[in-house]
């Protein structure tokens, strides 16, 4: 049973054997999905949501299969980065905000038999500074998916600020992050303010196709668009 799921996204269509008897005449339709309370990352498939789910693991040692090692995961993401060029490592990826480690670790959602693998994290804003309780992931995608990569927007309710980063292939490999910039409500024009309610302040971040920025102060009660 799930406890406070508080982020999804859908996997691209795979040919997986998702149960012990593998069906392969169709593609098999998954959905991640962050599980709060249990910290934790569960898959499973859309056409068969009564089967065995299956959990995400973090890829630096931090917990065992069933756990994952997460630390109160609180959003994902699904994104595609250009360059595979058959290098053996998949076009989509997966981004999971982890608020307590500070971490957004990156997953590839492969193409061979829908497999999901750990293929690094991001623990650092800019100048060093630590990520501080990530609580929602958002990509921003340039109108056709290249090499050169596309933005992954991290809402931080502890820095309450939004840092951006452009996320690209290393050899057609891993994703590597450059910072880009930190939205911050002096840029939303509503002037510095302090939760009142403690680190629940930005929850999450949205975008638009038309590059439109979206993000919910949850202590303030209000949408602000950037």
Known sequence: MLSYPN????????????SDAPRLDRPARLLACTDWNHSRV????????AGAARYLARGDGGGGIDAGGFRRPSDIVRFELGGGGGGGVADHFL?????????VHFFAAGSNRGEVAPCGCL???????????????????????????????????GAMCVSVFRVARRDGGEPVCTHVASLCDELLGTGR?????????WLSVACSRAGDIWVTDADNGCVYLV
Do not use: I, K, M
């Open 123 to 157: 623990r650092q804003a800019r100048r060093g500074r630590p990520l501080d309780r990530p609580s929602g992931v958002a990509v921003l995608r340039p109108p056709e998916c290249t090499s050169s990569g596309v933005f992954l927007l991290v809402a931080e309710a």
């Open 95 to 103: 981004a999971v905000a982890d608020y307590y480690s500070n971490q």
């Open 193 to 201: 303010h302090r939760p009142e309610l403690g680190l629940w302040s």
């Open 7 to 18: 982020g999804l996204c859908a996997l691209p269509p795979t040919w997986h054997a998702w």
């Open 42 to 49: 569960v898959l499973w498939g859309v056409d068969d949501p």
